[in-house]
């Protein structure tokens, strides 16, 4: 086996896109804990509430497509909310072999009290930056996002 210059070496710390994994994983798992141990629920399940929080009446694909999750992740999160009653489902009227979703009254309820709690996380956060840094920071993640996903926005 032909030995490896230092030039191609992957070193996990520098490469940009293990760091912002790792860096989502981190922030995402800090904000989980505190309504895991709240309300129950897991990072995806969380993730898909908040979709539904903002986009009532949309499809487990569509929510795949808005969050970037895989769609065993979708399925699995929508099937222990639709299980602790925190999301409905129905067939769409356009297609019965569509489903939609939407959060319940106690989904609902859960999500008005998660709310406050991740925008204060976020706050958090942000507030070890300046107003000029977090300003940047928006402005670099929009590039990232349109040189990763050029053909449609990411959020």
């Not at 191609?8 to 989502?24: A, E």
């Not at 129950?40 to 929510?63: C, D, F, K, P």
Request: proline fraction near 5%.
């Amino acid at each position: 086996m032909p030995e490896r210059s230092p030039k191609t070496t992957l070193r996990l710390r520098d490469f940009l896109p293990y760091r912002l994994s790792v860096l989502s994983n981190t922030v995402s798992r800090k904000i989980a804990d505190m309504y895991d141990r709240e309300f129950g629920l897991s990072v995806w399940q969380w993730r898909v509430m908040a979709v539904l929080g903002e986009n009532a009446g949309i499809t487990a694909t569509e929510i795949g497509q808005v969050t970037a999750m895989d769609k065993v992740a979708v399925s699995r999160a929508v099937s222990g909310l639709i299980d602790s009653g925190h999301v409905a489902r129905k067939a769409s009227p356009d297609d019965g072999r569509r489903s939609i979703l939407s959060l319940t009254i106690k989904g609902k309820g859960v999500y008005d009290k998660i709310v406050p709690i991740a925008l204060g996380a976020e706050r958090d956060l942000v507030a070890t930056l300046s107003t000029a840094e977090r300003e940047q920071l928006a402005c670099l993640m929009e590039k990232l996002a349109r040189t990763a996903e050029p053909d449609r926005p990411l959020w």
